[in-house]
Nanobody
Framework: QVQLVESGGGLVQPGGSLRLSCAAS????????IGWFRQAPGREREGVSC????????NNTDSVKGRFTISRDNAKNTVYLQMNSLKPEDTGVYYC????????????????WGQGTQVTVSS
């Protein structure tokens, strides 16, 4: 069973940057598709970014295109989410998720989840 631990959240001013990390307990992370999701208070969990394991294909939701980048370091069993030009509407708890699957599903398609890390964008 894969265990995921997110880190890197915090308070940042609008226009700032953060890099989130998702560290996995297994050295087979390279075989998992990884998704990043976020949930703001009173709102449903939404997909932010995803990387398919099979060819490294990435998908970003429209609201973060050009600002967020997902990447992975298989040697460190870690997936990153680089977030630039942050906006107040990016505020929420960010979760990473993993699944042995070769495409990017919605949240219901992931079996393994981290505990989340809070990101707050405010002046």
């Amino acid at each position: 069973q894969v265990q995921l631990v997110e880190s890197g959240g915090g308070l940042v001013q609008p226009g700032g940057s953060l890099r989130l990390s998702c560290a996995a307990s297994e050295d087979t992370l390279q075989y998992y598709t990884i998704g990043w999701f976020r949930q703001a208070p009173g709102r449903e969990r939404e997909g932010v970014s995803c990387m398919s394991y099979i060819d490294g294909t990435t998908n970003n939701t429209d609201s973060v295109k050009g600002r967020f980048t997902i990447s992975r370091d298989n040697a460190k069993n870690t997936v990153y989410l680089q977030m630039n030009s942050l906006k107040p509407e990016d505020t929420g708890v960010y979760y990473c998720a993993a699944q042995l699957i070769d495409y990017c599903p919605g949240p219901e398609g992931y079996e393994y989840w981290g505990q989340g890390t809070q990101v707050t964008v405010s002046s």
